[in-house]
């Protein structure tokens, strides 16, 4: 089959179409045969290499993948000819954290395109536990786009977060993946959203998806803006994934006892912070990453029934996933790039 794979850590060229054996499925695996796969920063950390990854090469990117059930294996029940989206993360599904419904806190957790191999392909196998309901009223590219940062988001907003009707939250890249997701979530569970953006043609996009307030974070103070929104106070829950001086100027813009939530660090992962401000103003850091399946399918429902949108900012073909790649680093998407073998 074809196959978008890397073979050594860089930048978007090292990125190089093979013809790579199609995949059997073994004990209650199923095969799907792709027909969108949507990026994620997450493709270009790997791409770039660091010392937490450990790859198989040639290998394979991509996490949120949609597509057909292809073929089954020994033990499989999914019927073949059925569309699906397939829940990125891997779990052992036998230790307490899996057993718990806490999947995503498992010892051997494991992100589809990260260590192992992912969706830039025209087939993929994985265990049948990881596929779910396909959102009907979607086609493939936006059902792709509505997995790894709508439930990541969902725990941060919703888990972590603990956001209620009434609470101020500040959701930072408002355009991003996760941004998009994390600023209808917060609307959804009654939030008054403060979002940031890097350029001042995001602004309406983003309030668009409900943000109350929205901030070129290149041109003006969002710890300023937040405060002044909130009468002084700041806001009750910051969703951060960008890091770097953005995440300690997200302490000047959280009231006391707020909680800040973090699943990334894009921009910078040691960020400068005055201790003082955390433990006098009793302000919560909460990490998180990726979320439970029941989560995700608590997602897709609102998918499914039009509560939550994904956002495409462009399909390309799967040949041309470097360009890709390249949209993303300029930060000139709003929502998800797709790609589509």
């Known amino acids: 089959m074809k196959a978008i794979v890397l073979s050594e850590h860089g930048g978007p060229e090292v990125l190089r179409e093979a013809e790579v054996p199609t995949p059997e499925p073994g004990p209650r695996e199923v095969r799907v045969r792709v027909r969108a796969v949507a990026l994620n ?13 450990h790859l198989e090469y040639p290998h394979r990117l991509g996490s949120d993948i949609a597509g057909v059930v292809d073929a089954v294996g020994p033990g499989a029940t999914a019927v073949v000819g059925d569309k699906v989206v397939v829940q990125p993360g891997l779990s052992c599904g036998r230790c307490a954290a899996c057993l718990g419904g806490d999947d995503n806190l498992c010892r051997f957790y494991k992100i589809l395109g990260e260590n192992t191999q992912g969706g830039y392909a025209e ?8 596929l779910a309901p396909y959102p009907e009223r979607l086609d493939f590219a936006h059902a792709a786009a509505s997995l790894l940062p709508f ?11 603990r956001t209620r009707p009434g609470d101020t939250v500040l959701v930072h890249g408002g355009g991003s993946g996760i941004g998009v997701a994390a600023i209808q979530i917060a609307k959804l569970h009654g939030a008054r959203v403060i979002a940031t953006v890097g350029s001042d043609d995001k602004v309406a996009r983003a309030q668009e998806l409900g943000a109350d307030v929205v901030v070129n974070y290149r041109t003006a103070d969002f710890a300023a803006a937040c ?6 106070r700041g806001v009750d829950a910051v969703i951060e994934h960008v890091g770097g001086e953005v995440f300690a100027a997200s302490i000047k813009a959280v009231r006391n006892g707020g ?16 201790l003082r401000h955390i433990f006098f103003r009793q302000i919560e850091i909460l990490g998180s990453t990726m979320a439970s ?16 949108r994904p956002v495409v900012h462009a399909t390309l073909p799967l040949a041309r996933a470097a360009d890709a790649h390249r949209i993303l680093e300029e930060r000139a998407a709003f929502g998800k790039v797709v790609l589509e073998p």
Do not use: S
């Open 227 to 232: 405060r002044a929104d909130t009468g002084k």
């Open 151 to 161: 439930m990541t988001a969902w725990q941060m907003v919703v888990r972590k977060a």
């Open 41 to 53: 920063h997450l493709d270009l950390w790997v791409r770039r290499g660091g010392p937490a990854f």
């Open 259 to 274: 909680r800040i939530v973090t699943c990334g660090a894009t921009a910078g992962f040691h960020p400068a912070i005055d």
């Open 123 to 130: 087939a993929i196998v994985v265990p049948e536990v990881n």
């Open 293 to 308: 399946k029941a989560d995700l399918l608590a997602v897709l429902a609102h998918i499914a029934a039009g509560r939550l």
